[in-house]
């Protein structure tokens, strides 16, 4: 049985993405929680170096 989930544009957009750069390989099932913390999760900001932040 299958069962489809709509989802906002920014989520859709999201999963592509992660498609595209190869971040996402499983190689299991995920549970419905498992699959929206993934989704979720908060990015990391870009970290500056001294010299970017001191310009």
């Known amino acids: ?3 489809t989930v709509s989802v906002s544009k920014e989520v859709k957009e999201l999963l592509e993405k992660e498609e595209r ?3 996402k390989v499983l190689d299991k099932s995920l549970t ?16 500056l ?3 970017e932040a001191r310009s």
């Open 1 to 3: 049985m299958k069962s």
């Open 32 to 47: 419905w929680d498992e699959f929206f913390r993934e989704v979720f999760k908060p990015e990391e900001p870009p970290k």
């Open 21 to 23: 750069d190869g971040d």
């Open 49 to 51: 170096t001294e010299e």
